[in-house]
């Protein structure tokens, strides 16, 4: 799984895009075979796929694997975790290819509560 997802992104960064994506796509099979679709290496893999169909213009699928790595960053870490922001501030990023511009809104307003929130309880733990 590992190997397929390193070559996903050795090709993705040559900007063979359609080679990349079949080698991140049979990395994301098997980790849906051994790990099943919630696992952290699953959403990642699920960031990896979005970016490769978001540089070959498919923004639509896209946003789909966006929403299914913040869904499984969402179970698996919590609602509030780092990366969960991440792919909250990912979907946004997306939508603004599409000019969704209230939906960017909703989603870079949840990132920055959550980093508010976070930032709030650091910096009270240092005052102390």
């Given at each position: 799984m590992k190997s397929y997802g390193d070559l996903?992104?050795?090709?993705?960064?040559?900007?063979?895009?359609?080679?990349?994506?079949?080698?991140?796509?049979r990395?994301?099979?098997?980790?849906?075979?051994?790990?099943?679709?919630s696992h952290p290496n699953t959403a990642a893999t699920y960031i990896s796929v979005a970016m490769m169909e978001e540089?070959?213009?498919?923004v639509h699928v896209a946003l789909r694997y966006?929403?299914?790595?913040?869904?499984?960053n969402q179970r698996l870490l919590g609602a509030d975790?780092?990366?969960t922001?991440?792919?909250?501030?990912?979907?946004a990023?997306?939508?603004s290819l599409m000019e969704a511009y209230s939906l960017i809104f909703q989603h870079?307003?949840?990132?920055?509560?959550?980093?508010?929130?976070?930032?709030?309880?650091c910096f009270t733990k240092i005052k102390m």
């Open positions: 996903a992104i050795f090709y993705y960064r040559l900007q063979h895009i359609e080679l990349a994506l079949k080698y991140v796509n990395a994301l099979y098997l980790l849906h075979l051994k790990c099943g679709h540089g070959l213009g498919n966006l929403h299914e790595a913040l869904k499984c975790h780092i990366q922001v991440a792919s909250y501030h990912a979907i990023i997306a939508l870079e307003q949840a990132t920055w509560q959550i980093l508010q929130a976070k930032l709030f309880v």
